[in-house]
Every structure is written in structure tokens, then in C-alpha cells.
């Protein structure tokens, strides 16, 4: 137990050195709204009807955060079904702070705090929070490696449970790059971000896994079995790959029995790993929907003259909300776009402008991320 206790310490140290500081989604959200109601039903049920529309609207405030405008208006009939008329469930508290009567209408003034867990759980249910890309990385010890996998798989699980996505198999083969590799077996998940965000990844689930023999050991259970009982346990965090910041840290352990020792290992590493699945899960599902998005653009071929040019037609083509130029090297520009909406449509967009005729502006490849060019 000691061991794991020192562990543990190492591990939080790497985190605070290494990344920036918790930026954990909030519990709850404050909104200020109203409600109104006609006198004529009577001074309490016009209390209450008010009250109720302004809870109504509390939550549809809140929804906002959490699902892009579009979608919500699409699914506004599911929604009012099923969240509005509930709407009284996901507010934790509230205070009238105004209650005024105009021309036969009783009008209120609500603060109310909305509760972010059970609503993000519903809305994920109804499958309208946004589709997040997850990858999961764990570091084990080389005699570790099933157990390991079997935490993975199951992290994976819990993420498509909830909505999301997980990484494709490139992002991954892209970490095992020797330098990448290295830094994370060290605790640095910083070096993999580059590579994640080109590859249209939103949040990293990073962390090691560990198994060892309970201080019990091997057990005879009833009729004389005898049961290797082992303790899985994961630290793990998740990052936000655009700004790198951590959103979650935990650990998480479990205790499992098994006819052998890799039998054993491998139920108590899947319970830890669902522990933390759920956990990092609603962590994600409380991130707010940006209805925008930070693409990467390469171009090669600009000289520095041309450059300046380039970008002031890229910031004209529509959906770019902003563009900034992180690199100019040997003739090879690196902007970061931020788009409503994905890499195919940017690329649409970029070779349907006129103004990029004029640079011979052609692509060269499209991933989720990342959008390779040339021109002149």
C-alpha cells in the first residue's frame, strides 16, 4: 500500500509539471430568467404557472451550452417531451429575485441553478450532445499487457456508450512515434497533443495502469478452490487536446478474483476501467458544444510576400471566424482556422473561393484536423 501511496504522489507531481491546472466542467449552471402568467386564473396558479415557464426557460438556457443551436431546433419537440416538462427535476435551486403584476400579468424574475449531470445524461441518451473524438492511452509494464488491454476496451465501451467517438487507429500508431512514446511513458502528454489535434482528436484519456496481488493473495473459497485475488488500479486524466488543459484527474481501483493470476488481473483492471469510464465520460459530456472548431492549415509553396496576401483572403471565406499564422518556414505557412464546422467543409470552402484562384491553391490532403495545400 505504500508503494501505491508514493505512486500516486509521483504520478500528481508529473501532472502539475507537465500541464496546466484543472479546468473542470461545472456542477451547475446559474441562469437568470423569466416566467409570466395572466391574473385571471387566480394570484396562485399565476405564481406558479410563472414559475414553471421560467424554469421552463432555465433549462432551455442551459441546454444551449451543452447542444449546437441547430440540433436543438431540430429535436425541439423530443426535448420539450422529454426535458421541458420535467423542467422542475434539473433545477437544484432557485430565487425569485423580482415579482411584479402589469395590466392583468404577473411577471417573475428567476435565478435558478440548473444541474449539469442529470441533464447532460439525458441529453446524451437522446443522442444530441456533440460527438466528441476520444482517444485513451495507458501506460503499463510489459508484463501487464493484457490486463492493460482489457482496461481499454472497456474505456472504449463507456465513451461509444455516451455518444462519443474514439480515436481511429492512426492517432494511435502516431503516438508510438519513439520521441511521442517516450514522453508519455514519462508523464508528458503534452508532446502528444500536436499530433492529436491534427489528427481531429477533441480530448486525450491519459494515464498507467498498474496490477498487483491483494495482501490476501490466493484464497480457498468454498469446496476448496483456491482464487489468485488481485487489485487493478488506474490514474488517469483527460485533456482537452486544443488548449491542453485538464479537465478530470482521478484513480481508480477495483479488486478481483480469478483461477489464475492474468485471469484475475484482467477482471479487476475492467472494473477500475469502468469506474473511470464513467467518470471521464461525464466529464466529457459536460464540456459546452463549441459551435465553432480549431482546424490546421499547411501550405507550401508562399513566399513571405505572398503570405500576407493568403491569409487576409483565407479570413474572407465563409465559416472563418478567425485564423492566426503559428509558423512561416522555407516557405511553408501553418495556420490555426477556427471554422463552423468540419475539415471536408473547410476544404469545400477553400477550393469554391475565387479569391484562391489567383495563389493556385490546390490540396493535398484532408484529415479531421488537418488540411495539407500548396501554392503560389
Known amino acids: 500500500m505504500k508503494h501505491w501511496k508514493i505512486l500516486g504522489l509521483s504520478i500528481c507531481l508529473l501532472l502539475q509539471l507537465c500541464l496546466p491546472v484543472l479546468a473542470a466542467p461545472p456542477a451547475s449552471q446559474t441562469v437568470i430568467v423569466s416566467g409570466e402568467a395572466a391574473l385571471s386564473m387566480g394570484l396562485v396558479q399565476a ?32 426535448v420539450q417531451d422529454t426535458i421541458l416538462t420535467r423542467s422542475s427535476g434539473y433545477i437544484s435551486s432557485q430565487k425569485v429575485l423580482a415579482e411584479t403584476q402589469d395590466k392583468g400579468i404577473l411577471k417573475i424574475r428567476l435565478e435558478a441553478q440548473v444541474s449539469v449531470e442529470p441533464l447532460v445524461e439525458q ?51 502516431a503516438l508510438r512515434q519513439p520521441e511521442i512514446w517516450q514522453q508519455l511513458q514519462q508523464g508528458n502528454a503534452l508532446a502528444a497533443l500536436p499530433v492529436l ?5 477533441d480530448v486525450l484519456i491519459v494515464g498507467t495502469s498498474l496490477t498487483r496481488m491483494t495482501e490476501d493473495g490466493v484464497i480457498e473459497t468454498y469446496g476448496g478452490i483456491k482464487t489468485v485475488m ?22 481508480f481501483q477495483a479488486v478481483a478474483g480469478g483461477s489464475g493470476r492474468e485471469m484475475a488481473e484482467a477482471k479487476a483492471m475492467d472494473q477500475a476501467a469502468s469506474k473511470a469510464g464513467d467518470f471521464f465520460a461525464l466529464q466529457i459530456a459536460k464540456l459546452p458544444a463549441a459551435t465553432t472548431q480549431m482546424l490546421q492549415l499547411h501550405v507550401q509553396g508562399l513566399s513571405f510576400q505572398r503570405e500576407q496576401a493568403f491569409q487576409a483572403v483565407l479570413k474572407q471565406v465563409s465559416g472563418v471566424h478567425a485564423v492566426q499564422r503559428k509558423v512561416y518556414r522555407n516557405q511553408m505557412a501553418q495556420y490555426a482556422v477556427e471554422y463552423s464546422g468540419k475539415a471536408d ?21 484532408v484529415t479531421a484536423g488537418l488540411i495539407e495545400a500548396k501554392a503560389r
Do not use: C, P
Open 47 to 78: 405564481r406558479e404557472e410563472a414559475l414553471n415557464q421560467a424554469r421552463r426557460a432555465a433549462v432551455e438556457e442551459a441546454m444551449g451550452v451543452y447542444v449546437i443551436s441547430e440540433t436543438l431546433v431540430e429535436n425541439m419537440s423530443l
Open 123 to 173: 441529453l446524451a441518451k437522446m443522442g444530441l450532445l456533440r460527438d466528441w473524438t476520444v482517444a485513451v492511452v495507458l501506460v503499463s509494464a510489459a508484463e501487464a499487457q493484457s490486463s492493460n488491454a482489457a482496461a481499454k476496451n472497456r474505456l472504449h465501451q463507456q465513451i461509444l456508450a455516451k455518444g462519443f467517438k474514439v480515436a481511429d487507429e492512426r492517432a494511435l500508431v
Open 197 to 201: 489535434r491534427d489528427m481531429g482528436v
Open 230 to 251: 488481485t487489485q487493478g488500479r488506474i490514474d488517469a486524466r483527460a485533456i482537452r487536446v486544443d488548449t491542453g488543459e485538464i479537465l478530470a484527474a482521478q484513480a
Open 345 to 365: 467543409n473547410l476544404a469545400n470552402a477553400l477550393m469554391g473561393h475565387a479569391g484562391l484562384k489567383s495563389f493556385a491553391f490546390d490540396i493535398q490532403s
